[in-house]
């Protein structure tokens, strides 16, 4: 099957994050109830204008410089219209003419090796509303309509599945480091319309493109284009290439494959023209600069400072800068002088487990960063053993109480030298035939030193110290 | 008393010589009058309610809103069966504008449905009447609010106007039309119809009332991005009469008589009051010249006025589905719905406007058509924009002449010959100029009108000069019926 | 150049969820042929192409955009509805809408 190449293109809507909608004041808030966040605009009442939401142009002009696009001299909005029952104005606002961002580019990192996608535009828009289906009738809820929705385009770049699904984690990323979106998936806040064609191995005819539209989480997009490739290819390899014909199908997620929708030749033309009740707004020069300054350090900066900076393995690094929530925490926890390795560790060993399997985020966890930076510094100055820094771990996030609580004297892990000298000095002194028969080369004795020692001490003696000293007085 | 100016009416009001309950009361009566013989009403509000007399211009007296603004918990129409049932939940930003300087509505005025249309023959509620003579026409699309104002009903009534929708109704009723620059006015809450072109005005009995109820409902508005700050401009209290050293210009291809080879003894006639009109301003020491304006470039002014305007009101009109409000639908499918709901709702003339936008609107059309006209709309606007740097004010008169006969009437795009002197009024919309009608004689007992058309933001001029104008001259505050020489 | 026919007129009407009698489809046909002829006139007109279209009536706004206040506009359920032919509980009910 490996005589064709396939070419794959992204729309990736995203739903941003703001207080109120793009051209209104209600809520951007998802809710169970329906039609609670709607404005009259929302609901396109006879003689409603739209207003702009700066916040909304600024996250989105954020995300065209991240994304090296161009950026226009003047902000402009564009009728989309065409009429269905979610888009009370009969037409949405979009940007059609000048986008907030065209002719960008992107490198991204996919299994190992690095990426360029070219980015074709990014522009802001409306979302619509949500109908819900029933067998008898179809009830409107406007909750959604008028949330704003950053669509990006890329260029039919990719040329497989992981390529694709890898690009869209680092734009998700991307999103949640600089706020612009939670961009979360099980809200369904991503949707993405995947085109997909496929080509001799040395040909640079691009093949018929076909368009899967509104594929809703990446393991989907990832089943949806092999599948596409799939039965594309086998179309091709049998002869029957005619039969992949210029449509639109959508993904069945039962059944892992791709359904016709509509054929192009219908497509219908949506008349753009440009919003007449939206003047031109000057983009000036100081506000780009002043944005540009506000761009957090994204996913790839922080990654390569945790390597080569922190000395972290590439793996755990990986791991860390996955969530924005996740790198955040462990960067403060460094930062009020944790050692680094130790809070990569804690993190990614003991809290990302405890998230997922209490499911809850870093945002309502307990154990603050200032709280692990404790139960660190105790374990690697010896005040606590490893073990009892995982007790204490543990008893915190039931208890909902400072690791303090649980390092008080009795708890604590015994590193006075003198003090675990003093203790093998009366176990050496009760112990005389041990002590001959270890000496006499039945070493595998030290352990049972070790235990007496630990028993005594009901086990909080540091190990280390105690074998150093044990050690120390044996041989000597 | 409701045919005073609001000038002499709030003088009785502060003076305690009459009350605002007594003047709502005869507004209300003459309004069932006025509703019997032109029509003129999709609502009369019975149970207006008198406030408080303040220093404010405006309070305590009533006043009339064409039905396509939006207003709280009354029935707005914008005279079409989609909207036959529609109460808004907000007022348009005009109507609360006034409501905060206390005046009182007391209708809602009929309109050719949502303001297409030049005729008032398209309300759902039927034709609106001349109140000079029952048998002509008001114009449009602000046909009912004309109607009531020149009937005497109240001394004001709100208008909108996307090509003469103000000041063409004003012409044939003999009153004054003011639609000021565009923005100046919010448009939230107007029903739209082509939204770069659509300006919120009134139609009023003198100039210095348009002023003042200009005055009270223009404000920079948060819920219009098109709306400007003229917070620092006093419409009313700038009105000073002195024009001595304007300049005004006057365009040939239109004046001039030779355009009209069959040339009718009423256009003659109004093209003589006109000149008259000049003399007068002449005589206060302005200076009016004859400018020449390519004819194929006027020419192209309905063409482009209809490819605009029917292009955006497609659009802005695709909110009516009857899905969320307005009458529903019948049909098997959501689609079967919509479209019942629209065919049933609109009237003829709107749906061929529709047809034509939607059209020209087309992917393979839109540059032949729709952008052209907005190409040719910019050469019409700098042209004039190059004329308002040498010139104050345009000056022209109003149509070819007194309000035609009803029947008479085809509501066809208008043919060659008189097309310009129709249709000239639409430059204001495609500058957002700033422009008013007032009457300035009468044709066999019927008023003609002359309108004056100033430079984007130059409304105080525009309203100067036309003030200097009506103070030379007999038609100020006239009522239908009212006929003088 | 006008190449408009009654059954152009009729699907642009379908399109626009609009039906029309014969006699009105006969007079768009009327006027479209005014706005044809006028647009040839302007085809004719010196470099018109590299004429900037006038899209909005004024072309000097500076305006500024305006931040997120935390002010909230939200219709009650009742003025949502108020107007609504069809509904279900909070919701606006229309025929189950086949995708």
């Known amino acids: 099957m490996n005589k064709y190449k396939a070419v794959i293109g992204l729309e990736m809507h995203c739903e941003m994050k703001s207080k109120t909608k793009v051209f209104s004041n209600a809520l951007n808030n998802y809710s169970e109830i329906p039609n609670v966040n709607v404005s009259p605009i929302d609901m396109a009442f006879p003689g409603i204008l739209p207003r702009i939401n700066k916040e909304c142009v600024k996250k989105a002009l954020m995300a065209s410089i991240i994304l090296n696009c161009k950026q226009p001299e003047y902000l402009e909005f ?37 990426k360029e996608v070219l980015i074709h535009d990014i522009h802001l828009e409306e979302d619509a509303a949500s109908l819900d289906h029933y067998d008898d009738a179809t009830l409107i809820d406007y909750n959604r309509c008028g949330v704003p929705l950053l669509e990006l385009v890329t260029e039919p770049c990719f040329s497989n599945a992981d390529e694709a699904i890898a690009f869209l984690e680092t734009i998700k990323r991307i999103y949640q480091y600089c706020d612009i979106s939670e961009a979360d998936t099980r809200k369904g806040q991503i949707r993405c319309d995947v085109n997909v064609s496929i080509m001799d191995e040395n040909s640079t005819t691009l093949g018929t493109k076909v368009e899967m539209k509104n594929v809703n989480s990446f393991s989907n997009i990832y089943d949806c284009i092999n599948y596409e490739i799939k039965r594309q290819s086998e179309l091709k390899a049998s002869g029957r290439y005619d039969e992949v014909i210029q449509e639109t199908r959508r993904y069945d997620e039962e059944s892992g494959t791709t359904i016709r929708m509509r054929e192009k030749v219908e497509a219908i033309d949506y008349k753009y023209f440009i919003e007449p009740n939206i003047p031109k707004y000057k983009i000036n020069k100081d506000w780009l600069e002043k944005i540009k300054l506000a761009i957090p350090m994204l996913p790839k900066e922080r990654k390569e400072k945790y390597i080569n900076e922190y000395k972290l393995s590439e793996y755990d690094a990986n791991i860390i800068i996955k969530e924005k929530d996740y790198a955040d925490y462990f960067e403060e926890t460094v930062q009020i002088g944790a050692d680094a390795k130790s809070a990569a560790n804690w993190l990614i060993v003991n809290i990302i487990g405890y998230l997922s399997k209490n499911d809850e985020t870093l945002k309502d966890f307990y154990l603050k960063p200032q709280m692990l930076q404790e139960i660190i510094s105790a374990q690697n100055s010896g005040q606590i053993s490893s073990k009892q820094a995982k007790e204490i771990f543990i008893k915190c996030l039931e208890e909902k109480k400072h690791p303090k609580e649980f390092m008080n004297k009795e708890n604590a892990q015994i590193s006075d030298k003198d003090k675990i000298s003093e203790i093998i000095t009366v176990i050496l002194e009760n112990n005389p035939e041990q002590i001959t028969a270890y000496k006499n080369g039945k070493t595998n004795l030290f352990d049972y030193f070790v235990g007496q020692v630990m028993k005594e001490t009901k086990g909080k003696a540091n190990p280390v110290i105690t074998k150093e000293i044990l050690k120390n007085k044996l041989d000597n | 008393m409701t045919e005073l100016s609001i000038e002499k009416l709030h003088n009785l009001l502060i003076n305690g010589e009459i009350s605002s309950e007594a003047l709502i009361k005869e507004a ?21 309610k008198a406030v408080e007399v303040t220093d404010n211009l405006l309070s305590g007296i009533p006043y009339g809103i064409k039905d396509n603004y939006s207003t709280k918990g009354i029935l707005s129409t914008g005279s079409s069966n989609t909207l036959k049932n529609y109460i808004p939940i907000f007022d ?13 509505a007391v209708n809602k005025t009929a309109l050719d449905e949502f303001g297409m249309g030049g005729t008032g023959t398209t309300a759902h509620t039927g034709i609106i009447k001349n109140p000079w003579d029952l048998s002509r026409t008001c114009a449009g699309s602000s046909s009912g609010s004309a109607a009531a104002v020149a009937a005497g009903v109240y001394p004001y009534a709100l208008g909108s106007d996307t090509g003469d929708s103000i000041r063409k109704p004003a012409a044939f009723c003999g009153i004054v039309g003011y639609k000021p620059t565009y923005g100046m006015i919010s448009r939230y809450g107007l029903f739209p119809f082509a939204s770069s072109l659509d300006t919120c005005g009134v139609l009023t009995r003198n100039v210095k009332d348009a002023a003042i109820v200009v005055d009270a409902m223009k404000k920079q508005d948060e819920k219009d991005l098109t709306s400007w700050a003229s917070k620092d401009m006093h419409l009313y209290e700038s009105i000073n009469g002195e024009v001595k050293g304007k300049k005004l210009f006057y365009i040939k291809e239109i004046v001039d008589e030779s355009n009209y080879p069959n040339i009718s003894e009423e256009l003659k006639k109004h093209l003589q009051i006109f000149k008259e009109s000049l003399k007068k301003l002449e005589a206060q020491g302005v200076i009016i010249e004859e400018v020449s304006i390519d004819k194929e470039l006027l020419k192209t002014i309905p063409s482009v006025y209809v490819c605009i305007s029917c292009a955006e009101a497609t659009s802005n009109m695709s909110n009516l589905t009857g899905i969320a409000f307005g009458p529903r639908g019948n049909g098997e499918n959501i689609y079967e719905i919509m479209k019942n709901h629209r065919t049933v709702g609109f009237s003829p003339l709107i749906k061929r406007r529709f047809v034509i936008g939607s059209y020209i609107l087309q992917k393979e059309n839109q540059e032949r058509y729709f952008v052209n006209a907005q190409r040719v709309r910019r050469l019409i606007v700098d042209r004039m924009k190059e004329l308002f740097k040498k010139y104050d004010a345009l000056i022209l008169p109003v149509s070819k002449g007194v309000a035609p006969k009803l029947d008479e009437l085809n509501d066809e795009i208008n043919d060659e010959s008189t097309v310009l002197l129709e249709e000239h009024l639409q430059i204001g919309n495609f500058g957002g100029f700033p422009s008013i009608t007032i009457p300035n004689g009468m044709i066999n007992k019927m008023p003609v009108g002359i309108n004056i058309t100033g430079n984007c933001f130059d409304d105080i001029n525009v309203l100067n000069i036309a003030y200097a104008l009506e103070s030379q001259m007999n038609y100020k505050d006239m009522t239908a019926g009212d006929y003088r020489e | 150049m006008n190449n408009f026919t009654r059954e152009m007129v009729d699907e642009y009407a379908n399109k626009l969820l609009i039906g029309l009698t014969e006699e009105e489809n006969k007079l768009v046909l009327k006027e479209f042929n005014i706005i044809d002829a006028n647009m040839q006139l302007i085809e004719k007109f010196p470099d018109i192409k590299k004429i900037e279209p006038m899209t909005h009536a004024l072309d000097s706004y500076e305006y500024e955009l305006k931040e997120e206040t935390g002010e909230v506009e939200s219709i009650e359920i009742e003025d949502l509805l108020k107007n609504c032919g069809c509904y279900e509980e909070r919701e606006i009910k229309v025929p189950r809408v086949i995708n």
């Not at chain 2, 209300?28 to 207006?48: D, G, P, R």
């Open chain 2, 92 to 104: 348009a930003t005009a109507v609360e504008q006034l409501k905060k300087a206390g005046a009182v």
């Open chain 1, 78 to 114: 564009d009728r989309k219209n065409y009429y269905y029952p979610d888009l009370p104005k009969g037409y949405q606002i979009t940007q059609m003419h000048s986008p907030i961002g065209v002719s960008g580019k992107i490198t991204i990192d996919c299994n190992g090796y690095e």
């Open chain 2, 28 to 48: 209300i009566a003459k309004s069932y009058e006025v509703q019997k013989k032109c029509n003129a009403f999709v609502t009369i509000i019975e149970n207006a």
